[in-house]
């Protein structure tokens, strides 16, 4: 699908070193399914709620161990 948007340079430049993109619209791809996926991961995390989890190495090699 082809559309038309106005990107500031800059952003898109600096973009496209970070993600060693080698065009504008592999950037543009790269940052979208970047953006789907922190959002999944959000609101997967908003849906699991929060926990305390009391483990040390120590308590992850015995639970490993009697695995």
Excluded: N, W, Y
Aim: charged share 35%; proline share 1%.
């Amino acid at each position: 699908m082809r559309t038309t948007l106005e990107i500031d340079d800059k952003l898109l430049k600096q973009a496209q070193v970070l993600t060693k993109a080698k065009t504008k619209k592999e950037v543009i791809h790269r940052s979208l399914e970047a953006l789907i996926r922190q959002q999944r991961i959000e609101r997967l995390l908003g849906k699991l709620g929060h926990f305390s989890l009391d483990l040390t190495p120590g308590k992850l090699a015995k639970l490993r161990a009697d695995g």
